[in-house]
T-cell receptor, first 115, second 107 residues
Framework: EPEVTQTPSHQVTQMGQEVILRCVPI?????FYWYRQILGQKVEFLVS????????KSEIFDDQFSVERPDGSNFTLKIRSTKLEDSAMYFC?????????????FGEGSRLTVL | TQLLEQSPQFLSIQEGENLTVYCNSS?????LQWYRQEPGEGPVLLVT?????EVKKLKRLTFQFGDARKDSSLHITAAQPGDTGLYLC???????FGTGTRLKVLA
């Protein structure tokens, strides 16, 4: 069964370092998303991406964040200069049909720990 | 901004009990989804409701979409430990999730 895959599963980094989280969405999906979940808290929307551009972004998604689909298969989230409060689980999701009824398929997440 | 408030925030019950969790908003949704997230995994879709007043059943889970399409409820009958997880609703316009209900079912 097709699935969304994310790498790395866990990354530990020093504050101020750049981090790139990678996602391979399901191959025929057209809409891509990044979410963040701080331990024990809610799933927070970061950004949605369609047709090679950002379609929506939240207040969390500031200038430190960027997304890219460099080669037609990978979908990456870059954090330029990590802060302690960026420590969280980051989930990538994709869907073949966007809102309102498309089913989001999530990866298993990348845990980011900023020291 | 669509705000989805879920209640209760936490729920710990014994196996076999029934429970209801709620998802409320001041916005009207064309449809609403419920997801469940188990520890260490990403959320998984349980159901999509699209019509005001609609009731959908998934085994022991019953989902209802409010008549005004601003709220929804999830009722679980005879809860089992396997139902443990974080239950999230999403107003699908922007795929923004509610605050979540963290359910723990004790054996």
């Amino acid at each position: 069964e097709p699935e969304v895959t994310q790498t790395p599963s866990h990354q530990v980094t020093q504050m101020g370092q750049e981090v790139i989280l990678r996602c391979v969405p399901i191959s025929n999906h057209l809409y891509f998303y990044w979410y963040r979940q701080i331990l024990g808290q809610k799933v927070e929307f970061l950004v949605s991406f369609y047709n090679n551009e950002i379609s929506e972004k939240s207040e969390i998604f500031d200038d430190q964040f960027s997304v890219e689909r460099p080669d037609g298969s990978n979908f990456t989230l870059k954090i330029r200069s990590t802060k302690l409060e960026d420590s969280a689980m980051y989930f990538c999701a994709s869907t073949v049909a966007g809102a309102p009824t498309g089913e989001l398929f999530f990866g298993e997440g990348s845990r980011l720990t900023v020291l | 901004t669509q705000l989805l408030e879920q209640s209760p925030q936490f729920l710990s019950i014994q196996e076999g009990e029934n429970l209801t969790v709620y998802c409320n908003s001041s916005s009207v949704f064309s449809s609403l989804q419920w997801y469940r997230q188990e520890p260490g995994e990403g959320p998984v879709l349980l159901v999509t409701v699209v019509t005001g007043g609609e009731v959908k059943k998934l085994k022991r889970l019953t989902f209802q979409f409010g008549d005004a399409r601003k709220d929804s409820s999830l009722h679980i009958t005879a809860a089992q430990p396997g139902d443990t997880g974080l239950y999230l609703c999403s107003g699908t316009y922007k795929y923004i999730f509610g605050t979540g209900t963290r359910l723990k079912v004790l054996a």
